[in-house]
């Protein structure tokens, strides 16, 4: 977050920076590489490329010789890496992003997709092994490798789907249009459209009628990705334009049909994501200013009084003396009263998270343990000289741990396992971390910290009057419904010579300088994109450690590929802005469904400025279906928690009753992504990859696999205009069927407090009976089955329970239910003990009244009685009663 007083000197700080341009006709006369020495073994090709000619050296000499390697790694991904064999040039390292293993048995001849090349002058392509469609070409683009700027260029087609190359607040589908994509991690309040945001992923799915693929570089320098279909010939073409390393792509045939299928396969490249604990589905409320800890009981207790449920609260850096991390303020939040409020949460089955931040209060001699302890141990990022490397952050001149350093971990460990004590200190249950791009207010150059710190007031002063120490929190409240590298030579690391459109202008400004050292010698130029998520890895670490055995929570603001694999993600510090409102949806898309990162969620009613009880009623609304659901604001604002305006506490109510009988749902959608990558929230076009008009679809979305979320769009509008595909669905308000027709319906007459949610037919749905106050009485609440059969009338699905809580779980059960014929099959492994009934099995789509309900459980079969079941002709529902214990196979059967 930035505060909204130093938001006038960060934006001054930055200049208006535009993407490095050269006539595209004189890169493409540049000479390019001849191919020499092929060699090849199996599933394997190597060869020598040796510049063609005079190199255009446009920003440094063109490197003379370059070696090429190509490996057939499984039958649907090509690995590719062009490097510099007389030099050791930077590489993501292994440790950040392990390598995906080659099976070792593949015939290239059998393999999805195909890596031919020409031989003078190099260039090559990726083609559908059964239909010869091309998918990358760098045709006439020659290959650009210069010590500090790396070029290569793909033709695409017309009016290409291209999504992806975040992180963004761009279009879900990228525009086609004089489009840079710039990547390089930036702090960007207000989330503002065409710049960098805090995360970097040069992944993208490229979408066709006639099937999906993908393209990962892997590379963390900075880069521009251009897209753009105004040069001559009127081709579209994406380039890539990178300031270092080398190039290391993956290529990822994807599938012709399902677009699922190469999700899946970029899984298998940067990791499925971690599992996280069954509570963190619930709701969570923050916000950047409360004032004591009276204030965060407060909220606590107002949460239960409107009897919405509050699963988790949080608190921002409000809490830390002179905003130093792990440490407590000892008038506005001494640690005896916060253990208090943890303890009370826990009591009643909530949850607790507080911030974290990188950087570390720069104090020697000043007795603040956490300097002290991670100077003796020596693990802060080092500046050339070797001397610690200052930043500006919120407690004045700080440091910041290098994650690089082998020692570093042990000391991000410890020190949760001190500050985060269950015994001594406060006792969360997951962890924020944010301002880890890294973020500095320090304005460029930034030669003198301290004098800025001054300037800029850092740490701020409060002027909030001090609570009486002994005020009772929580007294005799009642509560409803609750339970208890080194430097190349001739390197220009601060001003390179290709300059990447930056938003905040030179590469080390508002940031850590790009000149920092690791102790492993890499530099801050080359690393800069990774720190983000190497905070994530050690965070995560130290809080298995506190908990061994047991999952987390940790959500982040600073991302790289591969962070999906041990962290969350929220979307950063958005606006209270109907557009912004409307962003969060493509932000979540390409978070959840390209990058695999699915804990995922924006601001809920906007983190800045001040929100109004219709923004923030519609977006509680859309908010419960982001995969990770909170409401957060900054200081200088109204208060925004759900309860502040009657339309936005009943919007929540209605809502949160909603989502929580769909947590299982998505619970099992989670496991299944931690398996295999398959995406929980998905594009309207992963269900319908063959119809064009949901390509560019970005404001309808799939929560899970099947249902169908329509937000209403427009600031004080009752109405929403959205595209229901050629398919059957059911409207969850009534259950009735709708049949899509392949073209827009318009709904009027939508509350406040109501969102378009429609079942895609063809599942069938573990609902709970009914929502719950918490996770923990909700695991205790009744099943509800729901039969929403496709146009064939047959559907399925799938749940999977475990304990919501162990890392590796002794027991799970594993259910399939599969309908067809007027008959439910209901199946699997019941190691785990539910606890629960089916309380009803409810058939959607039902022409007729049946005359006989049966059921089958151990064996027997029986006759429902008339008085337990009932039928609906105007909606088409049959619900039957069974009450019977969720336990062991059964079916239901209707004539």
């Keep these: 977050m930035v505060a909204l007083k130093l938001l006038g000197l960060v934006l001054a700080a930055a200049s208006t920076v535009y993407a490095e341009w050269v006539d595209p006709s004189v890169l493409d006369a540049c000479p390019g590489y001849n191919v020499t020495n092929v060699k090849t073994q199996g599933a394997s090709l190597t060869a020598d490329l040796v510049l063609a000619g005079t190199g255009c050296n446009v920003f440094g000499s063109d490197i003379s010789k370059l070696a090429l390697e190509v490996t057939y790694e499984t039958e649907s991904r090509i690995h590719m890496k062009i490097t510099d064999p007389s030099t050791q040039r930077y590489e993501v390292p292994e440790n950040v992003l392990p390598r995906p293993n080659a099976t070792g048995s593949v015939s290239p001849d059998k393999t999805a997709i195909q890596f031919n090349y020409t031989a003078s002058p190099f260039s090559f392509t990726i083609s559908r092994t059964?239909?010869?469609?091309?998918?990358?070409?760098?045709g006439s683009h020659p290959l650009i490798f210069e010590p500090q700027y790396l070029r290569l260029k793909t033709d695409l087609p017309t009016n290409a789907n291209i999504y992806g190359l975040g992180e963004h607040t761009d279009p879900f589908r990228l525009p086609t249009y004089n489009t840079t994509r710039t990547l390089w991690s930036r702090d960007a309040y207000g989330v503002p459209t065409d710049t960098n945001l805090y995360g970097n992923h040069p992944i993208y799915f490229e979408h066709r009628t006639t099937g999906t693929h993908g393209v990962f570089l892997l590379n963390s320098d900075g880069m521009d990705i251009k897209i753009n279909d105004t040069e001559a010939g009127g081709n579209t073409t994406l380039?890539?334009?990178?300031?270092?390393?080398?190039?290391?792509?993956?290529?990822?045939?994807?599938?012709?049909?399902?677009?699922?299928?190469?999700?899946?396969?970029?899984?298998?490249?940067?990791?499925?994501?971690?599992?996280?604990?069954?509570?963190?589905?619930?709701?969570?409320?923050?916000?950047?200013?409360?004032?004591?800890?009276?204030?965060?009981?407060?909220?606590?207790?107002?949460?239960?009084?409107?009897?919405?449920?509050?699963?988790?609260?949080?608190?921002?850096?409000?809490?830390?003396?002179?905003?130093?991390?792990?440490?407590?303020?000892?008038?506005?939040?001494?640690?005896?009263?916060?253990?208090?409020?943890?303890?009370?949460?826990?009591?009643?089955?909530?949850?607790?998270?507080?911030?974290?931040?990188?950087?570390?209060?720069?104090?020697?001699?000043?007795?603040?343990?956490?300097?002290?302890?991670?100077?003796?141990?020596?693990?802060?990022?080092?500046?050339?000289?070797?001397?610690?490397?200052?930043?500006?952050v919120w407690p004045g001149v700080t440091v910041f741990p290098d994650w690089f350093n082998s020692d570093t971990q042990s000391y991000w460990s410890k020190e949760f396992q001190m500050f985060y004590s269950p015994e001594t200190g406060i006792d969360i249950d997951g962890a924020w971390i944010d301002m880890n791009e890294p973020s500095s207010f320090c304005v460029y150059p930034c030669e003198d910290p301290f004098a800025q710190a001054i300037t800029q007031g850092l740490p701020p002063n409060r002027t909030d009057p001090i609570p009486n120490p002994d005020t009772p929190i929580f007294g005799n409240s009642t509560y409803k419904g609750w339970r208890k590298?080194?430097?190349?030579?001739?390197?220009?690391?601060?001003?390179?010579?290709?300059?990447?459109?930056?938003?905040?202008?030179?590469?080390?400004?508002?940031?850590?300088?790009?000149?920092?050292?690791?102790?492993?010698?890499?530099?801050?130029?080359?690393?800069?994109?990774?720190?983000?998520?190497?905070?994530?890895?050690?965070?995560?670490?130290?809080?298995?450690?506190?908990?061994?055995?047991?999952?987390?929570?940790?959500?982040?603001?600073?991302?790289?590929?591969?962070?999906?694999?041990?962290?969350?993600?929220?979307?950063?510090?958005?606006?209270?802005?109907?557009?912004?409102?409307?962003?969060?949806?493509?932000?979540?898309?390409?978070?959840?469904?390209?990058?695999?990162?699915?804990?995922?969620?924006?601001?809920?009613?906007?983190?800045?400025?001040?929100?109004?009880?219709?923004?923030?009623?519609?977006?509680?609304?859309?908010?419960?279906?982001?995969?990770?659901?909170?409401?957060?604001?900054?200081?200088?604002?109204?208060?925004?928690?759900?309860y502040r305006w009657p339309t936005v506490a009943e919007a929540a109510r209605n809502v949160l009753d909603i989502r929580y009988r769909f947590m299982d749902y998505m619970y099992t959608a989670f496991h299944t992504a931690s398996v295999d990558g398959t995406p929980v929230v998905s594009p309207v076009w992963f269900a319908y990859p063959?119809?064009?008009?949901?390509?560019?679809?970005?404001?309808?979305?799939?929560?899970?696999?099947?249902?169908?979320?329509?937000?209403?769009?427009?600031?004080?509008?009752?109405?929403?205009?959205?595209?229901?595909?050629?398919?059957?669905?059911?409207?969850?308000?009534?259950?009735?069927?709708?049949?899509?027709?392949?073209?827009?319906?318009?709904?009027?007459?939508?509350?406040?407090?109501?969102?378009?949610?429609?079942?895609?037919?063809?599942?069938?749905?573990?609902l709970r009976a009914s929502g719950a106050m918490t996770t923990t009485i909700l695991r205790d609440t009744d099943f509800e089955i729901v039969v929403a059969p496709s146009p064939q009338g047959a559907a399925s699905g799938q749940l999977y329970v475990d304990d919501g809580l162990s890392i590796t779980p002794d027991k799970m059960t594993e259910v399939t239910m599969a309908y067809s014929n007027g008959s439910l099959v209901v199946n699997g492994t019941f190691d785990y003990q539910i606890g629960v009934d089916v309380r009803d099995v409810v058939f959607l789509g039902v022409a007729n009244t049946p005359k006989n309900v049966t059921v089958e459980s151990s064996g027997k079969t029986k006759a429902v009685a008339q008085d337990k079941w009932t039928y609906e002709a105007s909606t088409q529902v049959l619900n039957v009663t069974l009450a019977l214990p969720f336990e062991h196979d059964f079916s239901v059967s209707f004539s």
């Design 130 to 138: 059964t239909t010869g469609e091309v998918l990358f070409s760098t």
């Design 485 to 642: 590298r080194d430097e190349d030579s001739g390197f220009n690391i601060v001003n390179p010579p290709y300059n990447i459109e930056n938003a905040a202008g030179a590469l080390g400004s508002l940031t850590a300088n790009v000149t920092s050292v690791a102790a492993n010698g890499l530099l801050m130029y080359d690393t800069h994109n990774l720190y983000g998520t190497m905070m994530s890895m050690a965070t995560r670490n130290a809080m298995l450690a506190r908990r061994p055995g047991e999952r987390t929570l940790v959500i982040t603001r600073s991302t790289f590929a591969g962070a999906g694999a041990h962290v969350g993600k929220w979307l950063g510090d958005n606006m209270s802005l109907w557009p912004e409102y409307q962003f969060s949806i493509a932000g979540m898309l390409g978070m959840a469904t390209v990058y695999q990162i699915p804990m995922v969620g924006s601001d809920i009613c906007g983190y800045g400025d001040n929100t109004t009880e219709t923004l923030c009623a519609r977006w509680a609304m859309l908010g419960a279906f982001y995969p990770f659901m909170r409401n957060h604001n900054t200081d200088g604002t109204i208060s925004q928690e759900f």
């Design 690 to 766: 063959e119809d064009p008009n949901t390509f560019s679809i970005e404001h309808e979305f799939f929560y899970g696999s099947h249902l169908l979320v329509s937000p209403v769009l427009e600031e004080n509008s009752t109405s929403v205009t959205f595209y229901l595909p050629n398919d059957t669905f059911y409207d969850l308000s009534t259950l009735a069927p709708v049949m899509g027709q392949g073209a827009n319906v318009t709904l009027n007459n939508v509350s406040f407090t109501e969102i378009p949610l429609h079942i895609r037919g063809g599942v069938v749905l573990p």
């Design 239 to 392: 380039e890539y334009n990178v300031i270092g390393g080398v190039f290391d792509l993956y290529f990822l045939a994807g599938s012709e049909t399902d677009p699922t299928e190469v999700a899946k396969q970029y899984a298998q490249v940067v990791g499925t994501p971690a599992e996280v604990p069954y509570w963190s589905f619930g709701l969570h409320q923050c916000r950047f200013g409360y004032t004591d800890y009276i204030d965060v009981a407060n909220v606590i207790l107002n949460y239960s009084t409107a009897e919405i449920p509050l699963e988790t609260m949080w608190t921002d850096i409000d809490y830390m003396y002179k905003r130093r991390i792990f440490t407590t303020d000892p008038d506005y939040f001494p640690v005896e009263r916060m253990r208090e409020i943890v303890d009370y949460l826990h009591s009643h089955d909530q949850r607790y998270v507080l911030m974290t931040d990188p950087a570390v209060a720069y104090l020697p001699d000043d007795g603040y343990g956490a300097y002290d302890r991670g100077s003796e141990m020596d693990i802060w990022v080092k500046s050339a000289n070797g001397s610690n490397s200052l930043g500006l």
